[in-house]
């Protein structure tokens, strides 16, 4: 796969790209990512990439002129997405890094200053994602979010193939709680159905375990979840068994 990412400030991306998984991958040659500095398609001697908005306001807007000229230089011929970073897109989650990990290639546009000429918006990009109901600085902490999130559903790029399938929000739930040694740490014991040997029973409490969790903390999950009949009675016990203040 591999990944593009125009923006202004392409230093920001040295730290996190070359460290833990996302290394492991480009060492692997599973994901090639190429920062472009988008003042190198400009056409001025200044390499001007924003100008005041028509019709005032405050701040500034980044010009269309370098956005085409580089996304039109980098686009491969097959079907590319071209994803701008925006506060004003649509919400980022699991099934939009496993959708964007089938791709061979994508292009992420790092937003700043007040935003992007509308015409990017309208002519150029073919998706728009926000990581989140909050304001950053531009969009590059974003795209560093989902490179990492993407990066991990490439198979190989983790040390096991099981394991981005139990992580939070892959199925749909939280994780279940994990354990190591010591078997005991300050008079905290690991729960004996863990100790057991029993897989199958092990596989049952990590799985009422997840649904416990969710149901606690992030009971909208609950209802788009894919449960058997069995499960969905489960959910009902555990509602029922919760102190009322916990109760949803």
């Not at 790092?110 to 994602?129: A, F, K, N, P």
């Not at 409490?205 to 649904?211: F, G, V």
């Not at 999950?221 to 959910?235: D, H, N, Q």
């Amino acid at each position: 796969m591999r990944i593009d990412i125009l923006t202004l400030f392409p230093n920001m991306f040295s730290g996190p790209f070359n460290e833990s998984i996302i290394k492991r991958a480009i060492d692997r040659q599973l994901v090639s990512i190429v920062i472009h500095n988008l003042r190198d398609y400009t056409s001025d001697r200044h390499r001007i990439v924003d100008d005041y908005p028509y019709g005032g306001g405050p701040g500034m807007v980044l010009k269309p002129e370098p956005l085409f000229a580089a996304v039109e230089a980098i686009k491969g011929e097959v079907q590319t997405p071209v994803i701008l970073l925006t506060p004003q897109g649509r919400l980022f989650d699991q099934r939009a890094a496993e959708e964007l990990a089938t791709y061979d290639q994508m292009i992420l546009i790092c937003g700043h200053y007040e935003g992007v000429d509308e015409r990017v918006r309208e002519h150029l990009v073919s998706d728009e994602i926000s990581i989140g109901d909050y304001v950053l600085s531009g969009g590059e902490l974003a795209a560093m979010v989902v490179v990492d999130a993407v990066v991990r559903q490439l198979p190989g790029a983790l040390g096991s193939e099981a394991s981005a399938g139990e992580d939070s929000h892959a199925s749909g739930l939280l994780e279940y709680p994990q354990y190591t040694r010591p078997q005991v740490f300050r008079g905290w014991g690991v729960p004996e159905v863990l100790l057991s040997g029993n897989h199958a029973k092990i596989a049952r409490w990590r799985r009422e375990q997840s649904l416990l969790r969710t149901l606690r903390r992030r009971p909208d999950l609950v209802e788009g979840a894919e449960l058997s009949t069995e499960e969905r009675r489960l959910i009902e016990r555990l509602k029922r068994e919760m102190p009322p203040w916990r109760q949803v």
